[in-house]
């Protein structure tokens, strides 16, 4: 299976800690995006990635948080100081330049206690 | 602000009946629209999209149609399968990043 693949797909952890989620998008494809999914809601865009550069972040995005995607293939969201409104379904989705499918993974569920 | 709605929270349908999934946008800027199907624990999965510059795109039992002068667009699912009872996303693309809707539960019955 060569679809977009996410590590870890749960992560329970305390307030105040440090998470890392990571993503493998589909190998051909040059372009990641990080979304998160609440209750309820539709998944909200946070970031996306052109190869290693980052080039628009969404205003959810808090100084906190910080993605990065050094080589171009695979990307890491690093949430510090947790609060209690993270919790929620992180997405990650991955395509190519110039389509407008993004093909998502199955995402990564954070749980903040 | 909502830039996509879809005012239907859940919709119920027979077996091999027709589910129709209803989505209104307020941003003329969409210049792509698309719908996924997302089962519980698992990330969206595409299903079909359309330019703004169609009103129609057909692919095998789901077919989108286009409304721009309404900025509606719905998806069909013909004839419907208990395997179709999903949560529907319809999403625009505005720019890079997909803007989405609340989500359809659709619920087939056998």
Same mark, same amino acid.
């Not at chain 1, 693949?5 to 952890?13: A, E, F, N, V, W």
């Given at each position: 299976?060569? $679809? ?10 305390? !307030? ?19 979304? !998160? &999914?609440?209750?309820? &809601? ?7 990635? &052109? ?6 972040? =969404? !205003? ?11 080589? %171009? ?20 989705a991955s395509s190519l330049? $110039? ?5 998502? $993974?199955? %995402?990564?569920?954070?749980? /903040?206690? | 602000? &909502? ?6 929270? =859940? ?5 091999? !009946?027709? =589910? ?12 792509? +629209? ?8 698992? $990330? ?7 330019? =703004? ?8 039992? +789901?077919?989108?149609f286009l409304n721009k ?8 699912? /013909? ?7 999903? /949560? ?19 619920? /087939?019955?056998?």
């Amino acid at each position: 299976d060569t $679809g977009v693949s996410q590590d870890p797909r749960h992560k329970i952890t305390k !307030r105040g800690q440090n998470v890392t989620f990571r993503c493998d998008p589909i190998s051909e494809h040059n372009r990641l995006y990080w979304y !998160r &999914q609440t209750l309820g &809601q539709g998944p909200e865009f946070l970031t996306y990635f &052109q190869n290693e550069a980052q080039l628009e972040k =969404s !205003r959810l995005l808090s100084d906190r948080f910080s993605a990065e995607r050094p080589k %171009g293939s695979f990307s890491t969201l690093e949430i510090q100081r947790t609060e209690q409104g993270d919790s929620a379904m992180y997405l990650c989705a991955s395509s190519l330049a $110039g389509l407008g499918e993004q093909y998502f $993974g199955p %995402g990564t569920r954070l749980t /903040v206690t | 602000d &909502q830039q996509v709605k879809q005012n239907s929270p =859940s919709l119920s349908v027979q077996e091999g !009946r027709i =589910s129709i999934l209803n989505c209104d946008y307020t941003n003329s800027m969409f210049d792509y +629209f698309l719908w996924y199907k997302k089962y519980p624990a698992e $990330g969206p999965t595409f299903l079909i999209s359309i330019s =703004s510059i169609k009103d129609k795109n057909e692919d095998g039992r +789901f077919t989108v149609f286009l409304n721009k002068s309404a900025k509606h667009l719905s998806l069909h699912i /013909v004839p419907s399968q208990p395997g179709d009872s999903a /949560v529907y996303f319809c999403a625009g693309l505005y720019g890079n990043k997909l803007v989405f809707g609340a989500g359809t539960i659709l619920r /087939v019955k056998s």
